[in-house]
């Protein structure tokens, strides 16, 4: 089974350095590996969090969105979507909420710096706190929990919105896993290489001290933010502490280990801050220079924007609905077509045969295949009309042209050459042996199976 990777930015300002060696830069890389799936989003409900500026918000999506594309994002190799086009994920929301206690999000880091501010300015300790800055570390899981991702590439400073999210998922698949679960428990994954990126004046590059260097302006005004940085007051030819040195952290954050270690030992030896600052500048300029371009293009044609991240928002919600399905079923938000009465379930958990149900949800018409204790081993594609529905539904229980196969680490079911149903993604390799043989036999083994590409299929 691949390792899902995931990861966002959130969309409240340009992009800067820190952000492409922080996040951008690692995920693509890791994005380029065979054994990689990976999901890249804009996080622009978390940016509704910290900004009020419609207009800035707007700006920004097209910035990030332009920048993971010109950094080398393939959308076709890659799931890119904005997070505001996945209703699911607020929807997962709030189920995730309902197991949050609040007295764990009260340890959010992000909550008790607002909190301290606050208190520290004799104010009552939550002025001004909204239930978005609050509920933020949920909001994350969700992003987190809805793809199963097993690995999440962050800055130090988020490792424990990550924890948190691990936290959550454990909760809610101790509460409604019924011994199976249904989440993923992630990891955080930090480069700590670039863990926190200095800025221009020696602390953490971010847009709240204002101290950031933008990653696509032009060559001169680079050339001018590198000469900005804070250094000491050590002449050339006096020896320079590198470790002390936000200089060389840009640097080392940007090159080879070799070139990394070269200008370390000049720094030692009494390379003095005007030169140092020099190669920094031509070191950034010659990696940034070639995608400079692209990224001016892209945002010169935000309609080939908005095409890319339809195209991502559809791919994601081919996983998120199937799993959204599950979900509902596990806290009993299921269709009444679904119910059984306490007189037949006794007859139902003896037998525990998958069965077939039809239902009707936001104007659509579905029908999704019951296992045992109620959850939904296949979900259909939308259909228009309750005829067109059970059309399809009876060509399904009767075997007629059906191919049954696992794609993008789900079941999948194909009618005449059409997607009519998906399963929930599996957890790992046992698990999807086991539901790709119950789907096998609840399919009447009429139907023609077909190995996945990593051979987990039947």
Known sequence: MKTRILTGITTTGTPHLGNYAGAIMPAIEASQGVAAESFFFLADYHALIKCDDASRIEQSRMEVAATWLAAGLDPERVTFYRQSDIPEITELTWLLTCVSAKGFLNRSHAYKAAVDKNTGAGQDADAGISMGLFSYPVLMAADILLFNAHKVPVGRDQIQHVEMAKDIGQRFNNAYGNGVPVFVLPEAVVDERVATLPGLDGRKMSKSYDNTIPLFTSSRLLKEAIGQ??????????????????????????????????????????????????????????????????????????????????????????????????????????????????????????????????????????????????????????????????????????????????????????????????????????????????????????????????????
């Open 229 to 458: 940085i804070v250094t000491d007051s050590l002449l050339p030819g006096e020896p320079k502490d590198p470790d002390s040195s936000a200089l060389y952290s840009l640097y080392q954050a940007f090159s080879t280990p070799a070139q990394a270690l070269a200008y370390r030992a000049d720094l030692l030896q009494g390379l003095g801050w005007g030169e140092a600052k020099k190669r920094l500048y031509e070191l950034l300029n010659s990696q940034i220079e070639p995608m400079r371009e692209h990224y001016s293009r892209l945002l010169a044609n935000p309609s080939d924007l908005e095409d890319i991240l339809q195209h991502g928002a559809h791919k994601a919600r081919s996983v998120a609905r199937p799993l959204m399905a599950q979900l509902r079923d596990a806290v009993g938000l299921r269709s009444f077509n679904a119910f059984v009465p306490k007189a037949q379930e006794a007859v139902r958990k003896v037998a525990s045969e998958p069965e077939f149900v039809s239902y009707r949800e936001d104007g659509a018409f579905y029908f999704k295949l019951v296992g045992d204790k109620g959850s939904a081993l296949l979900v259909s594609t939308p259909f228009a009309t309750g005829k067109e529905m059970g059309a399809a539904l009876a060509r399904v229980k009767a075997g007629q042209q059906i191919v049954l196969q696992q794609e993008s680490n789900c079941p999948v079911v194909y009618c005449a050459g059409e997607l009519v149903a998906q399963g929930e993604p599996f957890l790992d390799e046992a698990q999807a042996q086991q539901v790709m043989d119950t789907l096998g036999k609840s399919l009447g083994g009429k139907q023609t199976l077909l190995e996945s590409d990593n051979g987990c299929g039947l």
